[in-house]
């Protein structure tokens, strides 16, 4: 039996490490983001050339970034959170309740997403779909980026059930 246990304990743990290092480098996506923004004005204003690419290349590297970044912030516990009352509550209370509202709101919520939102992500990635105002490529990155938001909430949550018999001593 301890055999599985370490066996799930080091699922835990790649899939850790699996979600914590996609969600390191997807940070890094908020300097070309920045660096897209901030070029709009002078390419619009005084090259008059560009400024809806470097518009729409923004907004697809923004929805990766925001799906990364809801996580990364859930996870570092800097996230908004309901929790007034639970502060009062022993920590092991609190790390019961996360864990139930993870498995009965969160999970269910990122199944009904990417169950729901599969067919259209798949058509927009089989035409490759374009921004609509531009024609520029990419759009589709837009819509597939639902996927890696409710898969990384998936992930966190799964890490954290598999780690239920670790933290509870508190």
Avoid at 6 to 25: I, Q
Avoid at 39 to 62: I, K, M
Avoid at 87 to 106: G, I
Avoid at 118 to 139: L, Q, V, W
């Amino acid at each position: 039996m301890r055999a599985k246990g370490e066996g799930v304990e080091r699922l835990a743990e790649l899939l850790d490490g699996v979600l914590s290092l996609t969600l390191s480098a997807l940070k890094w996506l908020a300097i070309p983001i920045s660096l897209l923004l901030f070029l709009q004005w002078p390419l619009r204003d005084y090259f008059q050339a560009y400024s809806r690419e470097a518009n729409d290349l923004g907004q697809w590297l923004f929805a990766l970034y925001v799906a990364a970044a809801v996580t990364a912030a859930t996870r570092a516990g800097t996230h908004l959170a309901v929790d007034t009352l639970a502060r009062r509550y022993p920590a092991w209370v609190r790390r019961l309740l996360a864990r139930v509202c993870d498995a009965v709101a969160l999970a269910p919520w990122a199944i009904f997403v990417i169950v729901a939102a599969t067919p259209t992500i798949i058509a927009s990635i089989g035409h490759r779909e374009r921004f609509p105002d531009t024609g520029n490529p990419g759009y589709f990155l837009v819509k597939a980026s639902l996927w890696l938001l409710a898969g990384a909430v998936l992930a966190s949550i799964a890490i954290e059930l598999l780690h239920i018999g670790d933290k509870d001593e508190g």
